[in-house]
């Protein structure tokens, strides 16, 4: 009997004396009517709000299921049964230059990097990255922007938006999705003949007085995002900009200053992310995002809560505080330790989450890590982030944020492994979920009041034989019935033991990417959690290719989503 074999063998043994309990989702695997190489779940339908209330364990409560309604996770194959629709794109390569950020990379400010060509691509991962194999990474994104470089006014198509089975916008290049406001309505942007980024929510948005726009979510009429100077990809300021329904945007000033920086070549940038109108408050409006402050020449790019100053409907520019988060600005005892920040989601308590890439100069444990991390009250001046730790979110790991819903259920990825990524190989990353500070305890306990990665909770029961040919990659968005938006590996027939790192067909078939929603399983007696085991092997893969999206899935790619460095 070969070694391999015997692991595998072994594996399986192992996992067969476990308990027989359940998992805590189902998957389910989302087809869409689109055609790519790789299918990314970008977006969730948001619950009833009624529900909250009614119902507020959502989705885990049995009552919901009736074989009619959103909660009804008994398809094995088919989506069609759940209410809740799943946006989401594809990618036939990397696309190199983000078709969300205002700038590449969320740093490049001084478009320095994307002038220089392939170049720029491999300085970028050299100073900011760290990693040993930068001439493959800045290979594999420069390939993927030169694609649309050289695509003209229409380039080749690489990003297909889709909602559930069907197509979205499917005349349009390059279209992404950032948020679901319903089943039939969208928000995001996509490459038009004039611009490379237009954004939309049920109609194309006004680009104000630039010629670039982008959107992120919507709440009541108002739609936020941010407008661009020009049209194409370089030499561009920004400002984080909101809509009124179909009115001209407003577009809020930087921190400081109201110099762009074109003047040192380094320009001033913001950005909207998300929103909330605070019912508590006489419908006070909070946005979040990152805005630049001027710090003599610089325009740093730091994680910002925009605070309505008096609630209502005014919303002109006069009528913002722009509330740098501390703990996620870019300079820190006077050390440049943040090259970047931003906060992504915002929900109904007023608890907010973000991000802030360490500068490459200022590595923390072997990683210039992607720090993920929490507002616990964004209403105040002084808005305060505390990076998540313990458990799972050990010292010096990255990641990159998801979403919070109003159950301060926190979504995302997170490194799985704590080698050294500065002068090494990324780590490999996978989905978490986080019931932080939950408002229901009896749906904290469900999670045992702790941080998870997701995979060990798509285990176990009658649906391990199922669930055993995904591995989450990513949670993009979540609900507050608890379905998730994500984005798997697909061995399709299941992985050779339901180990975390088992391989598929023993390291000779290839892994697809592919949409996903997670569903919380009602029963109380048919969920519990069962943690994946490791093989801990040494396997070696013989003849069969990861493909570009289990490469890019373990590290090489690291643009797709919202919450992008």
Known sequence: ??????????????SAALPAQ??????????????GSEYYGTAIQPSDKALNTSNPLGCFDPTLVDGSNSCDASAENSSSSLFFALAGETRNWAEGVSYREEVAFAIDNSFDYIEDGYDGFEDYCFFQ????????????????????????????????????????????????????????????????STTRNQAFNSADLANGTGKQSRAWAKEDTYTVGSISSGAGHINNFSKAAIWDGSNAPIELDWKNTSDNGSGNDIYAQ???????????DSERMYIVGYNSTADGDSRLMQATIFKQKTPGTDISKSNWDSNTVVNAQAEIGGDFIHSNSVVTNINENLVAVGQAKRSGSYPQNGAVANRLFVISDASSSTPSASFLSGGIFFAGAGGEMGGINNFNEIVGRIDIENNREYEGKQRRQRAFIYPYAPTEATRGAIFQNKAWIIDNLTNGGSLSSHNNQYRIYDASDINDAGVISATALKCAGGYDSVASDSYCGNGSTNET????????ISDPAERSIESRPLENSTIERQGGSLGFGAMTLLGLFGFMRKRIK
């Open 270 to 280: 913001g950005s909207a992310r998300d929103l909330i109108i605070d019912a508590n």
């Open 513 to 520: 990417v592919v949409a996903v929603k997670l569903v919380p």
């Open 129 to 192: 990255l760290g990693y040993s194999t930068c001439e493959y990474w800045a290979s594999n994104q420069w390939n993927g922007w030169y694609k649309e470089l050289n695509g003209g006014t229409t380039p080749p198509n690489n990003s297909a938006a889709f909602i559930e089975a069907a197509s979205f916008k499917s005349s349009e290049v390059n279209v992404i999705i950032n948020s679901l406001v319903s089943a039939a309505e969208a928000i995001g942007n996509y490459h038009s």
């Open 22 to 35: 359940a998992a805590l989702y189902k998957v389910v695997e989302v087809t869409p009517g689109v055609s």
């Open 1 to 14: 009997m070969s070694s391999k074999l015997q692991l595998t063998t072994l594996a399986v043994l192992v």
